[in-house]
């Protein structure tokens, strides 16, 4: 009987230990209880009997939100513009899938299966809406749609605004994957087809072939005032003829998109924020072009500093452009009116966004993000790989990838930490060091080249056009310490530009590999030389390799080349300098940056999205790379793209590959698995390889 009562006792005193805990104030609600297993030996007509109690139920430790009606995200970095036909970032394209829609979108963490948007079904042969040559896509435009500015959505808007995007054009804009299928493969970019109708008159344009777009010479490539300066009948044509291409009829309530060739890739591009549908007649009245054939060309190349619409938005998705406070953070309000009555998708959200508001906080410094995410003042946090040791300890439910369902399963739960983690997905992003091989310096002022001369204090503008250096540079990368110290030992070395299971991929492909005695040889056999005919061996150099402020990855990039430098020769200073990313961006732009690290998400999952621009497109021609490169890349590209056959396709990007291995135009780095922090009290989170991973309107707080 004494055991039996000390036995009841003792649960008596656990228990109200266990309510106890219950009422303890904490910036959390929590409900805990704790296991308790009581042993105890009794004594039953002399013979001693284990007895074991029967413990309380767990019950798992409930999460909750101090503000359940905003989201914070807190991150580095910010938009370079909020005009969809120009962002070409993934800051930019967080606030624009959110804003802005698209006729069709992703099905939830699918990047090869798509539900309709603003489009009432996806096109497919099936339904009809697709031709039996694959050239012409029917669009069924949904009514009852309506813009922020409360405008009615028509198809004239959705046709207008993808003339808009193609016709604004650039090399530094996404519209080169709507170009391609329009006009024909090898059309990259507007300007080059009013370079074909000058040359070949504007009869000629349906009917070129990727071989005569090859031989031009691209000569009207981001030149506003060469393009200002056109035949004005030539550039009339030209924008008559893109009109062919996207016929809106708004009495039948159709969008019709008449391709040159067949273009496999179309819906998945379509699905990208660049496919956002903007208000035509808002357009006009902000300083937009107003679709009059006469004057498109005014917009050509036009740069997010000149864009009316780099902080002004009208979408008709599910959060308006409340505020952005250049600097410090992007506020969006949840758009009460937004048309959906039906789920996105199964299980999906409909109606108004659950989340009232979210903020976008630039919180460069990683410790105050951190401080904010420990206290509960953010629920998403960007985490760099070099900080996962200190956050992994808080995380108290890890969710795995599941290979065989292309998903993350369900969550473990492994303790009372306040953060869940989902991690190892594959990534369709990769950051890569980019050298540029003419540097411009405008009237001398390139201060990112010290004194311009190869006289140990700078170097010379061509500095990377010689090829050992640019192979000595590849052999100084230690790609062992980049993978285990930025990646958490979480990556792969990459072999080439596309992806391991893409067409172009060969696991025996040509690699450079860390070798610091091939390093110095290969500086030792450079041919360039200074004023005075001194050697890059002896004379050395002093450069600034440029990355965006707060991406700490990237800075140990630099940091590591620049350690491997100087222990080859002590001669070689390198000066690692974070910029802001929209001066990051614009830099680039301008190609007075001798070398930059960058990373590359691709827009759809195929090569021809990582060769174009690596090589031809956007990385390529911020690099300033060699012309007879650029023709021999660009045949193979197109080459490559137009090739149906997989076995064909990658005997093409094979021959590719040797031809960038032997030019050595960047230093391709490794592939690195995903890693997504949040606070428990979030729901709805999903991984989605093919665009920005905040798409609020799944999400929901408790």
């Given at each position: 009987m004494r055991n039996k009562s000390l036995f009841l006792f003792s649960l008596l005193i656990m228990a109200s230990m266990i309510l106890g805990a219950c009422a303890t104030p904490t910036p959390e609600t929590i409900i805990q209880t704790q296991e308790v297993i009581k042993t105890v030996e009794v004594v039953v007509e002399g013979e001693?009997?284990?007895?074991?109690?029967?413990?309380?139920?767990?019950?798992?430790?409930?999460?909750?939100?101090?503000d359940a009606s905003t989201l914070v995200y807190t991150t580095f970095g910010e938009p370079d513009t909020l005009d969809?036909?120009?962002?070409?970032?993934?800051?930019?394209?967080?606030?624009?899938?959110?804003?802005?829609?698209?006729?069709?979108?992703?099905?939830?963490?699918?990047?090869?299966?798509?539900?309709?948007?603003?489009?009432?079904?996806?096109?497919?042969?099936?339904?009809?809406?697709?031709?039996?040559?694959?050239?012409?896509?029917?669009?069924?435009?949904?009514?009852?749609?309506?813009?922020?500015?409360?405008?009615?959505?028509?198809?004239?808007?959705v046709a207008f605004s993808y003339v808009r995007g193609v016709l604004q054009g650039s090399t530094s804009s996404p519209q080169w994957l709507f170009t391609e299928a329009y006009f024909g493969v090898g059309v990259d970019d507007i300007s080059v087809l009013v370079e074909a109708a000058t040359q070949f008159g504007l009869e000629a344009l349906p009917t070129l072939t990727s071989d005569q777009i090859g031989e031009l010479p691209g000569a009207l490539y981001d030149d506003i005032d060469a393009m200002v300066a056109t035949d004005p009948a030539i550039l009339a044509g030209v924008c008559e003829y893109a009109k062919t291409k996207v016929v809106a009829d708004d009495a039948a309530g159709t969008v019709t998109l008449n391709l040159q060739q067949a273009w496999a890739p179309l819906i998945s591009t379509l699905a990208g924020y660049w496919g956002a549908v903007m208000d035509q007649d808002w357009v006009a009245a902000n300083g937009g072009w107003d679709g009059d054939c006469a004057t498109w060309q005014n917009y050509y190349a036009i740069t997010a500093e000149n864009s009316?619409?780099?902080?002004?938005?009208?979408?008709?998705?599910?959060?308006?452009?409340?505020?952005?406070?250049?600097?410090?953070?992007?506020?969006l309000l949840r758009f009460d009116d937004y048309w959906r009555t039906e789920p996105i998708w199964e299980g999906?959200?409909?109606?108004?966004?659950?989340?009232?508001?979210?903020?976008?906080?630039?919180?460069?410094?990683?410790?105050?993000?951190?401080?904010?995410?420990?206290?509960?003042?953010?629920?998403?946090?960007?985490?760099?790989?070099?900080?996962?040791?200190?956050?992994?300890?808080?995380?108290?439910?890890?969710?795995?990838?599941?290979?065989?369902?292309?998903?993350?399963?369900?969550?473990?739960?492994?303790?009372?930490?306040?953060?869940r983690l989902y991690i190892g997905a594959p990534t369709v992003t990769r950051t890569d060091v980019f050298l540029n091989f003419n540097i411009n310096n405008p009237e001398g002022g390139n201060t990112f080249i010290g004194s311009g001369q190869l006289d140990g204090n700078g170097i010379p503008v061509d500095f990377f056009s010689d090829i050992h250096i640019r192979k000595a540079?590849?052999?100084?990368?230690?790609?062992?310490?980049f993978i285990n110290d930025a990646l958490v030992g979480e990556g792969i070395q990459s072999i080439g530009i596309p992806l391991p299971g893409m067409p172009g991929f060969d696991p025996n492909g040509p690699i450079y590999s860390y070798d610091p005695d091939k390093c110095a040889e290969e500086f030792q056999l450079a041919e360039l030389s200074g004023p005075n005919g001194e050697t890059v061996w002896d004379t050395g150099f002093r450069l600034q390799i440029a990355y965006n402020t707060g991406n700490t990855t990237r800075q140990t990039v630099a940091e590591i080349l620049g350690e491997t430098l100087i222990t080859i020769n002590d001669k070689f200073q390198v000066e690692v300098i974070g910029l802001p990313w929209p001066t990051f961006l614009r830099s680039q732009n301008a190609r007075t940056l001798p070398m930059f690290i960058s990373g590359w998400h691709e827009d759809i999952h195929d090569p021809h999205n990582w060769y174009v621009p690596y090589l031809t497109g956007l990385y390529g021609r911020r690099q300033s790379l060699p012309e007879e490169f650029l023709a021999s890349a660009q045949a193979q590209i197109n080459a490559g793209v137009a090739e149906t056959d997989p076995a064909a396709r990658n005997e093409i990007y094979t021959a590719l590959n040797q031809e960038i291995f032997?030019?050595?135009?960047?230093?391709?780095?490794?592939?690195?698995?995903?890693?997504?922090?949040?606070?428990?009290?979030?729901?709805?989170?999903?991984?989605?390889?093919?665009?920005?991973?905040?798409?609020?309107?799944?999400?929901?707080?408790?």
């Open positions: 001693t009997v284990i007895v074991t109690a029967t413990p309380e139920p767990v019950v798992e430790k409930e999460f909750t939100s101090a969809p036909a120009l962002d070409y970032e993934t800051a930019g394209g967080n606030i624009l899938a959110n804003v802005y829609e698209s006729l069709v979108f992703y099905n939830r963490e699918r990047a090869d299966e798509f539900v309709a948007a603003l489009a009432e079904e996806v096109p497919s042969a099936e339904n009809g809406l697709i031709s039996e040559d694959g050239k012409t896509y029917t669009f069924n435009i949904r009514e009852g749609v309506t813009f922020h500015d409360g405008a009615d959505l028509t198809p004239s808007d009316p619409f780099t902080a002004i938005t009208n979408g008709t998705g599910p959060y308006m452009l409340d505020h952005w406070t250049q600097g410090q953070e992007i506020g999906g959200p409909s109606g108004p966004a659950s989340i009232e508001r979210i903020l976008i906080k630039k919180v460069d410094e990683w410790g105050t993000r951190f401080a904010m995410a420990q206290a509960g003042d953010s629920d998403f946090f960007t985490v760099n790989r070099e900080n996962v040791a200190q956050v992994d300890p808080l995380v108290g439910e890890w969710c795995y990838y599941d290979a065989a369902t292309d998903t993350h399963g369900a969550c473990e739960v492994t303790g009372d930490g306040p953060f540079f590849n052999y100084c990368f230690d790609w062992e310490t032997d030019l050595a135009p960047q230093i391709i780095l490794a592939v690195a698995t995903q890693r997504h922090y949040e606070q428990r009290w979030i729901d709805g989170w999903y991984y989605n390889p093919a665009y920005s991973d905040a798409f609020y309107y799944a999400y929901s707080k408790k």
